[in-house]
């Protein structure tokens, strides 16, 4: 049975973390393959399906069972109309599948996110990359691992040696497409090797914390896309900030224009 409290459990008491979420990731890696139910939210491009719900809803259910004064912050929630408001009460910040467009089409590369705030300061986070098997885990003060393996982020600061990721976002009218492609072309054009796009924000970022990518920028993320991952990539050494930033952010943020999206707890 998925067992959310020994994640907060084990993270809060500094134990390495043992696979506990991989049941959950299984629910996920056994519906990849299966038929799906596929709908659309703020575009054509931005989907959900039955197994984001059940996934959100058991994440859910089991963490309000252990701690019933927790408050929850979750993608499927937030769509179906819930206020997305952090307070400084202990709240989860969840993102079921992240990737579910990967999901649907069978492309391997889909995430459960779970991050946790008191206070409204990050604690920690967890990512699981549910068909490699690797849980990325953050905890504030404590450090960054994948399986038990340390991350630390890349150390370049030339962005004509960097390999930078982004992610499309949902927005696709020819405006919002338009300057999604004039950024990545002023990145190439900065000689960046590279520009990349894997479909999941949050496993993105954890490329990013294990530096095996330098810098990632992307407008229209949301707080349960960025949740865990802050933590993550924190605890790599690394820094998430908006785009008025530092070094390579800095670099970056001067390369490309603002898409907006508005913000989470504005809608
Ligand atoms: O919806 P989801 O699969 O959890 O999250 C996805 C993000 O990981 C990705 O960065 C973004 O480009 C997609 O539009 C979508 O938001
Ligand atoms: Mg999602
Ligand atoms: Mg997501």
Same mark, same amino acid.
């Given at each position: 049975?998925?067992?959310?409290?020994?994640?907060?459990?084990?993270?809060?008491?500094?134990?390495?973390?043992?696979?506990?979420? *991989?049941?959950?990731?299984?629910?996920?890696?056994?519906?990849?393959?299966?038929?799906?139910?596929?709908?659309?939210k703020t575009s054509a491009a931005d989907l959900? &399906?039955? &197994?984001?719900?059940?996934?959100?809803?058991?994440?859910?259910?089991?963490?309000?069972? #252990? +701690?019933?004064?927790?408050? +929850?912050?979750?993608?499927?929630? &937030?769509?179906?109309?819930? #206020?997305?408001?952090?307070?400084?009460? /202990? =709240?989860?910040?969840?993102? /079921?599948?992240?990737?579910?467009?990967n999901f649907v089409h069978r492309f391997p590369?889909?995430?459960?996110?779970? @991050?946790?705030?008191?206070?409204?300061?990050?604690?920690?986070?967890?990512?699981?990359?549910?068909?490699?098997?690797?849980?990325? &885990?953050?905890?504030?003060?404590?450090?960054?691992?994948?399986?038990?393996?340390?991350?630390?982020?890349?150390?370049?600061?030339?962005?004509?040696?960097?390999?930078?990721? =982004?992610?499309?976002?949902?927005?696709?009218?020819?405006?919002?497409?338009?300057? +999604? +492609?004039?950024? $990545?072309?002023?990145?190439?054009?900065?000689?960046?090797?590279?520009?990349?796009?894997?479909?999941?924000?949050?496993?993105?970022? *954890?490329?990013?914390?294990? @530096?095996?990518?330098?810098?990632?920028?992307?407008?229209?993320?949301?707080?349960?896309?960025?949740?865990?991952? =802050?933590?993550?990539?924190?605890?790599?050494?690394?820094?998430?900030?908006?785009?008025?930033?530092?070094? $390579?952010? $800095?670099?970056?943020?001067?390369?490309?224009?603002?898409?907006?999206y508005g913000r989470d707890d504005e809608k």
């Amino acid at each position: 049975k998925y067992n959310s409290l020994n994640i907060y459990r084990i993270l809060i008491s500094g134990k390495d973390p043992v696979q506990e979420v *991989c049941e959950l990731a299984c629910i996920i890696k056994k519906a990849l393959t299966e038929e799906k139910r596929v709908s659309t939210k703020t575009s054509a491009a931005d989907l959900v &399906t039955e &197994t984001d719900h059940l996934v959100e809803d058991l994440i859910i259910s089991e963490l309000r069972k #252990k +701690f019933p004064s927790h408050r +929850f912050i979750a993608e499927e929630s &937030t769509a179906a109309g819930e #206020k997305c408001v952090l307070t400084d009460s /202990p =709240t989860w910040i969840i993102d /079921p599948i992240d990737g579910t467009c990967n999901f649907v089409h069978r492309f391997p590369t889909v995430a459960v996110s779970i @991050g946790f705030a008191v206070n409204k300061e990050l604690e920690f986070g967890v990512i699981y990359h549910c068909t490699e098997e690797r849980l990325y &885990t953050g905890r504030r003060g404590q450090g960054a691992f994948c399986n038990k393996q340390r991350l630390r982020v890349s150390k370049e600061t030339d962005l004509s040696k960097a390999l930078v990721l =982004t992610e499309i976002g949902p927005k696709r009218d020819p405006d919002t497409l338009k300057l +999604f +492609f004039s950024n $990545m072309e002023k990145l190439l054009h900065a000689k960046a090797h590279g520009v990349r796009v894997i479909g999941s924000s949050t496993l993105a970022l *954890c490329h990013l914390a294990s @530096g095996a990518a330098d810098a990632y920028y992307q407008f229209g993320l949301h707080c349960w896309d960025l949740a865990a991952a =802050t933590v993550i990539i924190r605890e790599a050494g690394g820094i998430v900030i908006d785009t008025s930033g530092e070094e $390579m952010a $800095m670099l970056i943020a001067q390369a490309i224009q603002t898409i907006n999206y508005g913000r989470d707890d504005e809608k």
